[in-house]
């Protein structure tokens, strides 16, 4: 995981961090954090497929900081390497703290999506 101090990739998700979505100490589950993580690979992928795909394998994700209640969850996106019928993304999670400007970077992961066809098959990514 690289200690970068800006974001890499495309802005793909900003969500809330809610009090729902955290633990007794105000931490929000990581959890939560994977999964918006996994509907932006989500977003991008389908965007690259030009349709149907579903999560395949996440590797190599760990926890930096916490997000905590009332910090915006910013996701970002790029696209790592598009093979037959999988695509794979970098994919970084920063939170822009409560009432501040501050945003720090606290989870990363690469996300392996697959391309399927209407009945659920794997299906070629189309050339750009």
């Known amino acids: ?7 890499n990739g495309q802005l793909t998700l900003r969500t809330l961090a809610m009090p729902g979505d955290a633990n007794a100490a ?4 990581g ?8 509907l932006a690979s989500g977003i991008r992928a389908a965007e690259r497929a030009q349709g149907r795909v579903v999560t395949a394998a996440v ?4 926890f ?5 209640i009332g910090d915006t969850l910013s996701i970002y ?3 790592a390497r598009v093979g037959r019928t999988s695509i794979t993304l ?3 999670a920063w939170a822009q703290r409560y009432l501040t400007t501050t945003l720090e970077k606290v989870t990363a992961a690469t ?11 794997p299906t070629p990514v189309p050339v750009e």
């Not at 959890?31 to 996994?38: H, I, N």
């Not at 590797?59 to 760990?62: D, N, R, S, V």
Request: no cysteine.
């Open 31 to 38: 959890g939560w954090v994977m999964a918006q993580m996994d």
């Open 26 to 29: 105000g931490d929000i589950f």
């Open 111 to 121: 996300f392996v999506m697959v391309a399927l066809d209407l009945n659920g098959h």
């Open 1 to 7: 995981m690289t200690d970068s101090k800006t974001p």
């Open 59 to 62: 590797k190599e994700m760990a």
């Open 77 to 79: 996106t790029d696209i």
């Open 90 to 92: 970098t994919v970084e």
């Open 64 to 68: 930096q900081l916490p997000v905590k």
